[in-house]
């Protein structure tokens, strides 16, 4: 079982920066997809970006294309999201995913494990 925690939610005016990262409880994360999806009030849990288990291939949702930044270390388990350029319409709750794959992919059916989310606010 992999558990995933997420941190570097918060509040932050339009224009700025954000960089959440998820730390994973298990080495095996080196080998393991990973993903970012987010969930705004009032609407279903949406695919944000995607990395593959070496961070050479990575997808991203058409609204955060040229914002965002996903990456990771796998020496330290951890995969980040950093969010630049942020819109009120990027607020959501951030949630980061695990697949049991090399490969990303853009559907969170694919995912097996999931973090608890953390809180992003982007006031205007």
């Known amino acids: 079982q992999v558990q995933l925690v997420e941190s570097g939610g918060g509040l932050v005016q339009a224009g700025g920066s954000l960089t959440l990262s998820c730390a994973a409880s298990?080495?095996?994360?080196?080998?393991?997809?990973m993903g970012w999806f987010r969930q705004a009030p009032g609407k279903e849990r949406e695919f944000v970006s995607a990395i593959n288990w070496t961070g050479r291939s990575t997808y991203y949702a058409d609204s955060v294309k040229g914002r965002f930044t996903i990456s990771r270390e796998n020496a330290k388990n951890t995969v980040y999201l950093q969010m630049n350029s942020l819109i009120p319409e990027d607020t959501a709750v951030y949630y980061c995913?695990?697949?049991?794959?090399?490969?990303?992919?853009?559907?969170?059916?694919?995912?097996?494990?999931w973090g608890q989310g953390t809180q992003v606010t982007v006031s205007s």
């Open positions: 995913a695990a697949r049991r794959r090399l490969t990303q992919t853009r559907s969170q059916d694919d995912y097996d494990y």
């Open positions: 298990s080495r095996t994360l080196s080998i393991y997809a």
